[in-house]
């Protein structure tokens, strides 16, 4: 099922690629897939994109609610590397996400979560209906390697972009220190205080994303990135990211 | 002390062992890079669980001169090619950092060199 929305011609989307529900154990439960989408039209988005941590299994509530709610949507996870790196990786169909989903718990640890500690991880339905709580650790890096991510997000045609780059914990910044440039990402995200003149220096010339990284809604719509796209689709993105054609809000 | 000495404190295995005769008079304990890149001194020994490529990248830039994985972490092949073309020499140990670090810094107190650096994660 390809559930993006088709566009009648190019034109300018606005987008938030980084987004956690209430499946992420450090997200605050107001985050159903309902009040993301109210709160993503209200700031004006007209794409997101659903990054629970290691897990993708609100995207089918999510899908149908963008789909109600005249979303553009994306599906995903947010992909804790054994360098404990953040990478979020994104498809167009919820099949694929759940795919991928499936292969990134295979390299979980056998832990529970502990609710109390973490945080609940409410798995739900597209009324905001708690269908679940996921009972695996989900806020805990996985055995994947960056470089395994990077290649099985590309093999299965997602996008693969380092999340948060600029952030002192869990980043490409603070666990590699520097980047030799041929890692493969299709972009690096900057959160609202990434300073990019200075990360350059490090990191080197990407092409680059905004990400709210949102877990309250709150911060949803503090940062957006706009480009000319036929289609919310992995392609279009990338093609708009490969041609320098994504702009940065704030730049 | 030299990479011998490394080896036989801290029950170590030599991936990459370029100089066995290698002397390293400091130590550093982190595993976030950019930590280390920031702090780590020359001539030290590198003690950490970040068994990455980039490991090597940092350890040149800053003048590590010996990189020891802790844990039993494996040391993946691209790593181990980087080490060799930069002359670092990578170790594997069963210990874990604690432990790693602290042998190393009896050794070096022993031996009247300057002391461990250790930051926690």
């Known amino acids: 099922m390809r559930v993006f929305i088709p566009l009648p011609y190019d034109r300018i989307m606005r987008f938030d690629l980084h987004i956690h529900s209430c499946l992420s154990p450090c997200a605050s439960l107001e985050m159903s897939p309902q009040a993301i989408a109210r709160r993503a039209r209200e700031v004006g988005l007209d794409g997101i994109a659903l990054c629970d941590h290691n897990s993708a299994r609100n995207a089918p509530a999510f899908a149908e609610v963008c789909a109600q709610a005249g979303l553009a949507a994306l599906h995903g996870m947010e992909i804790a590397t054994s360098e404990e790196v953040h990478l979020t990786t994104l498809f167009d169909t919820v099949e694929a996400a759940l795919l991928m989903s499936d292969w990134v718990y295979t390299a979980l640890p056998e832990r529970l979560n502990q609710p109390e500690v973490f945080g609940d991880q409410a798995v739900v339905n597209a009324d905001d209906t708690i269908n679940a709580f996921e009972p695996r650790m989900l806020s805990t890096p996985t055995r994947w390697r960056l470089c395994e991510v990077v290649a099985e997000s590309h093999r299965r045609g997602g996008l693969c972009i380092a999340a948060h780059a600029d952030r002192p914990s869990f980043s490409v910044h603070s666990q590699l220190g520097v980047l030799a440039g041929d890692e493969g990402f299709d972009a690096l995200e900057w959160t609202i205080h990434a300073n990019r003149n200075a990360c350059r220096k490090q990191l080197g010339d990407w092409p680059g994303l905004r990400g709210s990284d949102a877990h309250t809604l709150e911060a949803i719509g503090t940062v957006w990135n706009e480009a000319t796209l036929s289609a919310f689709s992995v392609q279009a993105i990338q093609d708009a990211l490969k041609a320098g054609g994504v702009r940065l809000f704030p730049a | ?121």
């Not at chain 2, 001169?65 to 993946?76: E, F, K, S, T, V």
Request: proline share 3%; charged share 15%.
């Open chain 2, 1 to 121: 002390m030299t990479l011998s000495d490394l080896l036989a404190a801290c029950e170590a295995t030599a991936v990459v062992a370029p100089d066995a005769q290698v002397s390293v008079s400091r130590a550093y304990t982190s595993d976030l890079l950019s930590d280390v890149m920031a702090h780590a001194p020359e001539e030290s020994v590198l003690i950490t669980i970040q068994n990455h490529l980039n490991t090597v990248a940092v350890a040149t830039l800053v003048g590590c001169r010996a990189i020891l994985i802790c844990h039993g972490r494996a040391i993946p092949e691209e790593m181990a090619a980087a080490a060799r073309s930069e002359q670092v020499a990578i170790l594997t140990t069963p210990i874990n950092q604690f432990e790693a670090s602290n042998r190393i810094g009896s050794c070096l107190t022993t031996q009247g060199h300057a002391r461990v650096h250790s930051v926690a994660v």
